[in-house]
């Protein structure tokens, strides 16, 4: 198939291209390298080598995206183009309503003014707040967000949703992601944050390359096993052979899917740190800090749904997330600047 990936140079995005080529479909990239690196794709090709195409654009841009529909004819769009980072969504609500609800709108429009009705789009676990049970199955009721960012992805969804219903030859698959992490195991790509990272790994693996003193543990009077949050880590390239699974569902008539990408394991913050040391010999030093605002017990899913539907289910256990995280920060400590 020919496959649009908006924000394809970004952490999910790059190691979903890797996965449609290795499976021999033809893909270009649309992104604006707001928080991504056009070497990103030269290291696409040394994994696959295949050189997907490469535009630098703006899905608000809607010229941008006209032109790219009048030249080629699509057969689907996978799009993880979006502003993600939770606290500055907070601070600058207006800049991620604008960039990801108004972008979506922006690319969902020329989509349809160019027949092409088929999207699988990068939604979040956040969707379900303070989850009403765990394990989340997809029929948990969407919850209240704690931050713009979640509203966006929430409202997304709806607009989607909104599409389907209106429109039967659109065609879209809503992926809840819940805790990606890891690498491809080439330790070619990974996650790249801007800046001191908000998430768990990055901030560990800064830890043990050296580039952060110590890992702050949010919290150790959760209802946990523990005491610390607990959370569904999943490998980022199990998340990105989801995407290519999800395609199947990209089929006249199918409408709106909605799937759980998750292991269905969940882990605390101490079991994250104990794998870690355990996979790559280094150690980590932490400390226990406050909670942080928002945070919830713990968030894990039901991924059966993907798998009896999709036929994909999560390979890849925590030692290997925590070894190819390392793999990646250890062969990168400076992300793509090296
Ligand atoms: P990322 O920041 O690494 O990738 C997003 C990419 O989109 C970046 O390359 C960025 O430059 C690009 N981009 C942003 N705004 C754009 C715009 N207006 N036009 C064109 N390109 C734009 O983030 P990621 O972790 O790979 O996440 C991908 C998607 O998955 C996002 O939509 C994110 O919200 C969603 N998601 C991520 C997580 C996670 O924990 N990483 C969890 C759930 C959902
Ligand atoms: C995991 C656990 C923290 C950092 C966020 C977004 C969510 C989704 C994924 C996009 C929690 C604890 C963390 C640290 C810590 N993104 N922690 N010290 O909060 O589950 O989800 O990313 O959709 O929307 O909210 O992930 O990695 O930030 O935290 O103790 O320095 O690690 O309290 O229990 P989270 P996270």
Redesign the pocket.
Known sequence: MKILVTGGTGYIGSHTVVELLTEGHEVTILDNLSNSDKRVVDRIEAITGVRPDFEEGDIRNKDTLDKLFSDTAYDAVIHFAGL?A?GESVQKPLMYYENNIAGTVNLLKSMGEHGCKNIIF?????VYGTPAFVPITEECPKGTCT?P??WT?SMIEQIMTDLCISDKEWNAVLLR?????GAHESGMIGENPNGI?????P??TQVAVGRLKE?????ND?NTHDG????DYIHVVDLAIGHVKALSKLKAGSGLSVYNLGTGQGY??LD?VKNFEEATGVKIPYVI?P??A???DE?YADPSKAEKELGWKAERGIKEMCADSWRWQKNNPNGYDD
């Not at 990068?122 to 956040?126: G, I, L």
């Not at 890992?215 to 919290?219: D, N, P, Q, Y």
């Not at 610390?228 to 959370?231: F, N, P, S």
């Open positions: 993600k939770v990068s939604s979040s676990a956040t931050n960012y979640g992805k992601y819940f805790n990606p992490i990272p908000n998430n768990l790994m901030y560990v890992l702050g543990v949010f919290g959760y610390t949050g607990v959370r605390s913050v994250i800090k909670r942080r928002g945070d919830i968030c």
